[in-house]
């Protein structure tokens, strides 16, 4: 395994954020992304003796970095956290104390040139967190249509010059195989015509081809919903995001369940019969300077917290 240097972003934060106190400590919790296992193995140090950690990871390095955990109460799962409903039915889990997701990609498999996330080395273009399954995006690119690719570029990676980019790709696979990170990056240097200040001008397209290939949004879509049902009331709902899609998407979910449509004014309801929210909101971090300071790719992070309310008439 490559040894690749990994900061857990928002560490103590997130971890914190789960509330891992007094009762709670027996709960059960869910780490959703592994990668090199900084957030669950605060958890697990926090985590009572009757604890138990659950945690996902795709990514085949994250499994095997995992298996150096030797804790009766933790148990990987080599998958993705959109597989949180089977797994906790599965195991007989009807109810979670909370669940931190900590989205996107990690250091690890960006500065692996062999994985081909990264348009600053060279590299074969694969872009999957999973190599074991799925399409790469060589093979993507080889087979899709202009159209798709267009709106790929345009929806996943915010580019406005998605239309110039596609037609550049389509034009150069006409011509040779496009397996290289290095390639890519040159057919996208060479159809942008002009370039954000200090950023690459493949960043956004190498950043949706990503995104589509692992189904980074459509997944998590799915394992918001799953962790909203399984949640207990007064469990917490954690999650890191790093670009504006993720972070839209967990902003709207968690504002959507602390939000209750107002009946009419002139119904005689009475108020223990109103709707109530099914979450509460409870604040939105960002990293110190003190954290971007010393790793930089934390800067782009924020992390969003909210508790599952008892439903009424519930005791507290």
Known sequence: MPPYQHRTVLLNEAVEALALEDDRRQGI???GTFGRGGH??????????RGRLLAFDKDTYAIANAASIDDARFEIVHDSFATLAEALSARGIAQLDGV???LGISSPQVDDAARG???RADGPLDMRMDTTRGMSAAEWLATETEQKIEKVIRDYGEERFAFQIAKAIVARRAVEPISSTRQLAEIVANAVKTREKGKDPATRTFQAIRIFINQELEELEVALAAAFRHLAPHGRLVVISFHSLEDRIVKQFMAGKARVAQPDRRL???????PQPEMKLLGRIR??????????????AVMRIAERLAPAGVLQ
């Open 29 to 31: 919790f869910v780490d």
């Open 40 to 49: 669950s193995r605060l958890i697990l140090q926090r985590l009572g003796e």
């Open 100 to 102: 931190l997701l900590d």
């Open 117 to 119: 996330f990264s348009f």
């Open 268 to 274: 005689p309801i009475r108020a223990a019969d109103l």
């Open 287 to 300: 990293p110190s300077d003190d954290e971007v300071r010393d790793n930089p790719r934390a800067r782009s």
